[in-house]
């Protein structure tokens, strides 16, 4: 059976908590048509999805890390006490005990989406320009040049991030404090060369989750 090439950066378990049908497969939708604003009831299935999001290569292999996602992290988040909660209006009953997995979720979201991926490789075209109005410093210029010298490190450490909660887990345990570790672009861009090569090199260390590589899906 062939993998979905539709995949979805906005998790279906998500919008199904919007849903206006029995079935939960359906959710009330606007788009702007020209001058007009359309209302209609949209397929869950059909909306908040780009092709072959999760797919970067290995040694000029495709390779597709959809699945992980839902396994690793899909998954094990809504069939959790916390999201059972949510998506049985039971919003009351959260408590400091959901806090890790409800943090997780909404920084996963923020990485995993094209939006994030499309300003990565805008800022690797930016650390290029000396006229550029964002003061990059010299570390940052040198991993993006990284990225550039290695075309498939942008969208490997964009697959690194959105299957995997390990750098979520460092950031919020580092959210009580003045000194909050952040997980930027570039460091993930450069800290990801192991996985597209398929081996660490001198110039890459070892991701940030401590692995060289993830479980994927190979597509040939």
């Known amino acids: 059976m062939n993998a979905s090439r539709n995949h979805h950066y906005v998790p279906q378990f998500f919008l199904r908590n919007f849903a206006v049908d029995p079935e939960k497969k359906k959710i009330t939708t606007v788009a702007k048509h020209g001058p007009f604003a359309v209302w209609a009831k949209r397929s869950i299935e059909r909306l908040g999805y780009e092709r072959d999001l999760y797919i970067h290569t290995r040694r000029g292999v495709p390779v597709s890390v959809e699945n992980v996602i839902n396994k690793r992290i899909e998954t094990p988040i809504s069939t959790s006490d916390t999201w059972a909660k949510i998506a049985s209006g039971r919003t009351d009953a959260l408590d400091r005990s959901d806090k890790p997995i409800l943090y997780a979720l909404i920084r996963h979201l923020e990485a995993r989406n094209p939006q994030y991926l499309a300003t990565t490789l805008e800022l690797t075209q930016l650390a290029t320009s000396q006229d550029s109005h964002i003061q990059f410093t010299d570390e940052e210029r040198e991993i993006y040049a990284f990225s550039r010298a290695n075309p498939d490190q942008a969208k490997s450490a964009f697959n690194l991030m959105s299957a995997s ?13 003045l000194d909050i570790p952040l997980i930027c672009p570039a460091s993930l861009i450069y800290n990801s060369g192991a996985i597209a090569a398929g081996a660490r090199t001198s110039s890459a260390p070892a ?12 597509h040939a």
């Open 165 to 177: 909660l390990d750098w979520t887990e460092e950031s919020f345990a580092g959210a009580g404090s």
């Open 207 to 218: 991701s940030p989750s401590g692995h060289d590589s993830l479980p994927t899906d190979s």
